[in-house]
């Protein structure tokens, strides 16, 4: 079982928007700034897509974006594209003793 | 462009100790300013964090692998490891190589991954 708890899936059709919830506790998510967003095609490795809970690093399209209330962080793809298609995994800091924590991963089908 | 390498045996006994090595390229680990981190993904399942080592030697590990684990960095050959002991069939995934910038908390550049079987 993760740490963060993510929707086992999520679908949208070409054009639309989805976003992808990934929840914690006040010890994660809640409690620090450090939440990133990496989506995995099949046999890939995972690619970098939002930090810092909101952060876009270059090359990334602003399709993507990210926030956080609570302790709960989201990822928002707009204008859903067919190569969005993919896993996507959440990450946050929790603390110095247990570092890194992920969510579960998310499978996004677009239709 | 920093670019990291996996590479190791991709299948290992059970009880033994499985072990990997990252290169890492286009940076150098002795800069500073990087973890350098490990971290898995069981076949079909989501990610796990393993650990991270910082060039001075200085490491981190998950709590749940802590008795296990031992990474290790030889700034010489800008290489990293991983080592972990007594492994079962439970320890068969993609094993990654990744770089964490000291600023964040974020894994900026992952290796392509390795997969790694323990069975007899």
């Known amino acids: 079982q993760s740490a963060l708890t993510q929707p086992r899936s999520v679908s949208g059709s070409p054009g639309q928007s989805v976003t992808i919830s990934c929840t914690g506790t006040?010890?994660?998510?809640?409690?620090?700034?450090?939440v990133s967003w990496y989506q995995q095609h099949p046999g890939k490795a995972p690619k970098l897509m939002i930090y810092?809970?909101?952060k876009r690093p270059s090359g990334v399209p602003d399709r993507f974006s990210g926030s956080k209330s609570g302790n709960t962080a989201s990822l928002t793809i707009s204008g859903l594209q067919a190569e969005d298609e993919a896993d996507y995994y959440c990450?946050?800091?929790?603390?110095?003793?247990?570092?890194?924590?992920f969510g579960g991963g998310t499978k996004l089908t677009v239709l | 462009q920093v670019q990291l390498q996996e590479s190791g045996p991709g299948l290992v006994k059970p009880s033994q100790t499985l072990s990997l090595t990252c290169t890492v390229s286009?940076?150098?680990?002795?800069?500073?300013?990087?973890?350098w981190s490990w971290i898995r993904q069981h076949p079909g399942k989501g990610l796990e964090w393993i650990g991270y080592?910082?060039?001075?030697?200085?490491?981190y590990y998950n709590p749940s692998l802590k008795s296990r684990v031992t990474i290790s960095v030889d700034t010489s050959k800008n290489q990293f490891s991983l080592k972990l002991s007594s492994v079962t069939a439970a320890d068969t995934a993609v094993y990654y190589c990744?770089?964490?910038?000291?600023?964040?908390?974020?894994?900026?550049?992952w290796g392509q991954g390795t997969l790694v079987t323990v069975s007899s």
């Open positions: 006040s010890s994660d998510v809640g409690g620090y700034n450090y």
């Open positions: 990744a770089r964490i910038p000291l600023t964040t908390v974020v894994i900026d550049y």
């Open positions: 286009g940076g150098s680990i002795s800069s500073g300013g990087y973890y």
């Open positions: 990450c946050s800091y929790a603390g110095s003793y247990t570092s890194v924590v």
């Open positions: 810092d809970v909101s």
């Open positions: 080592i910082y060039y001075s030697g200085s490491t």
